[in-house]
């Protein structure tokens, strides 16, 4: 079954920067949104930033002006460019893939990659 898989978490340091990548282990035909969310220990699963198949970005309050969505529609693969990390940043990090509507399965999602801010 195709997966998303993600890569570039890691431990950084507050004021440091991370970027991530997220790309499927095979043919997804139909993105439209591509995403990250985010879920730190105990809270709910929240979303950082997401990006249209056009480009259009949105970007949550906690993260704008300081982390960068970008897509590459011929790969599938979409980027988080993190920086000015702050230790509330600390989180697993999710990749989506939503497709357009009438395609099924709607949603994939990545596996999660572990992004730690701490000196």
């Known amino acids: 079954q195709v997966q998303l898989v993600e890569s570039g978490g890691g431990l950084v340091q507050p004021g440091g920067s991370l970027t991530l990548s997220c790309a499927p282990s095979?043919?997804?035909?139909?993105?439209?949104?591509m995403g990250w969310y985010r879920q730190a220990s105990g809270k709910q699963r929240e979303l950082v930033a997401s990006?249209?198949?056009?480009?259009?970005?949105y970007y949550a309050d906690a993260v704008k002006g300081r982390f960068t969505i970008s897509r590459d529609n011929a790969r599938n693969t979409v980027y988080l460019q993190m920086n000015s990390l702050k230790p509330d940043d600390t989180a697993v990090y999710y990749c989506n893939a939503q497709r357009y509507p009438g395609f099924t399965p709607r949603d994939y999602w990545g596996q999660g990659t572990q992004v730690t801010v701490s000196s």
């Open positions: 990006i249209t198949r056009g480009g259009t970005p």
């Open positions: 095979g043919s997804i035909p139909a993105i439209n949104i």
